[in-house]
Nanobody, 125 residues
């Protein structure tokens, strides 16, 4: 069973930076994709970034605008989301999710089968 645990959420001021971490384990296949999503009250989940842990291929939502960087460490079974120049509209609960047995990066939340519990990011102006 795939297990996912996020950490690193915090409160920061506009323009600040945060690094979210995602510990992943329990995959059946060597290929898997990890995605970052976020959700605010009253809104659906939106994709932020995705990474193929096999090939290192990455994908970002347009609103990231070069501010975020996703990376993975296959030795430590960790995925990171480095977020810079944070804006108040980045405030959300951030979730890490995974697709076992795939190397195709994507931002559609319905494709992801395993989810973490989420970590809160708050950006104040």
């Amino acid at each position: 069973e795939v297990e996912i645990v996020e950490s690193g959420g915090a409160s920061v001021q506009t323009g600040g930076s945060l690094r979210l971490s995602c510990a992943v384990s329990g995959f059946t296949f060597a290929d898997y994709v990890v995605g970052w999503f976020r959700q605010t009250p009253g809104k659906g989940r939106e994709g932020v970034s995705s990474i193929s842990m096999t090939h290192g291929t990455t994908l970002y939502a347009e609103f990231v605008e070069g501010r975020f960087l996703v990376s993975g460490d296959n030795v430590k079974n960790m995925v990171y989301l480095e977020m810079n120049n944070l804006k108040p509209e980045d405030t959300a609960v951030y979730y890490c999710a995974a697709i076992d047995g795939s190397d195709y990066v994507r931002l559609h939340d319905g494709d992801y089968t395993s989810w973490g519990q989420g970590t809160q990011v708050t950006v104040s102006s």
